[in-house]
């Protein structure tokens, strides 16, 4: 099992940026491929952004891309996303997940989910 747990989320103005931390702890995720995920109010809960388990691959919604960069410290079993030029359509509760499959898979079924963090962006 692994235990996910994001941090870092807060209130910023349009044009911020913030880092988001997710880590993960019952093993290491060192093979696992991870993803970033968010839901606004009233919205389903979409794709930001994925990495493969060695890091060399990554994968982002279109509506981030440019924006935001996923990156990971295996050694710290730890995922990461910089969210640049932060935009108020930016605002929502953003998770972290992980599997141990590709990151294609991961980007429609991980196998683990943290409980989310909320980001604000006010304009």
């Known amino acids: 099992q692994v235990q996910l747990v994001e941090s870092g989320g807060g209130l910023v103005q349009a044009g911020d940026s913030l880092r988001l931390s997710c880590a993960a702890s019952g093993r290491t995720i060192t093979y696992d491929s991870m993803a970033w995920f968010r839901q606004a109010p009233g919205k389903e809960r979409e794709f930001v952004a994925a990495i493969s388990w060695s890091g060399i691959s990554t994968s982002y919604a279109n509506s981030v891309k440019g924006r935001f960069t996923i990156s990971r410290d295996n050694a710290k079993n730890t995922l990461y996303l910089r969210m640049n030029s932060l935009k108020p359509e930016d605002t929502a509760v953003y998770y972290c997940?992980?599997?141990?499959?590709?990151?294609?898979?991961?980007?429609?079924?991980?196998?683990?989910w943290g409980q989310g963090t909320q980001v604000t962006v006010s304009s």
């Open positions: 997940a992980a599997g141990r499959t590709t990151i294609t898979v991961v980007q429609t079924n991980p196998e683990y």
